[in-house]
């Protein structure tokens, strides 16, 4: 059983900052690629940012390069995103995702239950 929870989330006026975590647990024996994915309302899920298991290799959606910054922490199984400088349409529900390999040998990608986050005046 593998688990990710986000947290972090919430109400920002423009121009703010926010700090998604991510936190995996379960019967972890490594975790390869993390990210985030956004969907807005109407809207498709898009990438966001992801980043490899060293931490030397990160993506960004273009909309947000410049403003947002994905790290981790091996250690704590832990991905996270700092938003910079938000606009409103990055309003959106926040998943993280991890791609795992349990105990067991299977590696699937795994997905949080998502977190809101709202940019308004």
């Known amino acids: 059983q593998v688990r990710l929870v986000e947290s972090g989330g919430g109400l920002v006026q423009p121009g703010g900052s926010l700090r998604l975590s991510c936190v995996a647990s379960g019967s972890i024996r490594s975790i390869n690629d993390m990210g985030w994915y956004r969907q807005a309302p109407g809207k498709e899920r898009e990438l966001v940012a992801s980043i490899t298991r060293g931490g030397t290799t990160t993506n960004y959606a273009d909309s947000v390069k410049g403003r947002f910054t994905i790290s981790r922490d091996n250690a704590k199984n832990t991905v996270y995103l700092q938003m910079n400088n938000l606009e409103p349409e990055d309003t959106a529900v926040y998943s993280c995702?991890?791609?795992?390999?349990?105990?067991?040998?299977?590696?699937?990608?795994?997905w949080g239950q998502g977190t809101q986050v709202t940019v308004s005046s």
């Open positions: 995702m991890a791609d795992i390999r349990i105990w067991a040998g299977t590696s699937s990608r795994y």
